[in-house]
């Protein structure tokens, strides 16, 4: 009985050894962009910033303003489970989208937020659009 014992302990430490390793080795390789967090900093400069009425196509919003939106989208996104919120730039143009999904639901909805940036990497505060997608 005892050696049994103490072969079960043996197994679940090395299991557990064995599977911590894989974990950090895994998140040891995991390097994150900068551009993102960049991004995000540039474009809480110019929340104040109004979206004209020509670009903007998000139902169910009396505000135009792009931080008031932003933090709408950032709030839903951290107060229901199954959505997304991302950002990324790809040639000058940038975007953040919130990614609305119920389970139940067969259509997910998505709410982007784009907006250009100059060779500088300035946001150009009259680029601003806010499009909802069914």
Known sequence: MKN???IIVLSTLFFFIGWYSKFIDFYADVHYENTSSTQLSQFIAVSNVQ??????????EEERNVGKLFAKMVGDSMSHTATTLSAGCI???????????????????ERILVYKIDQGGAIQTDSFTCLDLP
């Open 51 to 60: 979206i004209t009425d020509e670009n903007f196509a998000c139902s169910n």
């Open 4 to 6: 049994i014992l103490i």
């Open 91 to 109: 040639n000058g143009t940038c975007s953040i989208s919130y990614n609305y999904c119920k389970p139940w639901d067969m259509e997910c909805g």
